[in-house]
């Protein structure tokens, strides 16, 4: 079992920064990829970023690319997304995710966090 737990959300201005963190537990956490996706009102959960045990392999989706980046410290057991140059379409629920494999898409993880709120005003 992997729990995670989501932080570092809030209100921004558009052209600013965020960096979201996940904690997971478990002994386990350096040999699961990890994802973060996000969700906005009214719409389906979408990919964000994702990172395999390693970081040998990393994915972005095209809309973040050059501006998002995830990292991992395995020793602290945490992922984390930093989101440079935010957008008002960044406003979303985003959460993280663990899986075997750390695939850009969702069907592919078996741990979810609660969640965070980022919010980018324009």
């Known amino acids: 079992q992997v729990q995670l737990v989501e932080s570092g959300g809030g209100l921004v201005q558009a052209g600013g920064s965020l960096r979201l963190s996940c904690a997971a537990s478990?002994?386990?956490?350096?040999?699961?990829?990890m994802g973060w996706f996000r969700q906005a009102p009214g719409k389906e959960r979408e990919f964000v970023a994702a990172r395999n045990w390693s970081g040998g392999s990393t994915y972005y989706a095209d809309s973040v690319k050059g501006r998002f980046t995830i990292s991992r410290d395995n020793a602290k057991n945490t992922v984390y997304l930093q989101m440079n140059s935010l957008k008002p379409e960044d406003t979303a629920v985003y959460y993280c995710?663990?899986?075997?494999?750390?695939?850009?898409?969702?069907?592919?993880?078996?741990?979810w966090g609660q969640g965070t709120q980022v919010t980018v005003s324009s």
């Open positions: 478990g002994r386990t956490f350096s040999s699961y990829g």
């Open positions: 995710a663990a899986g075997p494999r750390g695939y850009p898409r969702a069907p592919d993880y078996n741990y």
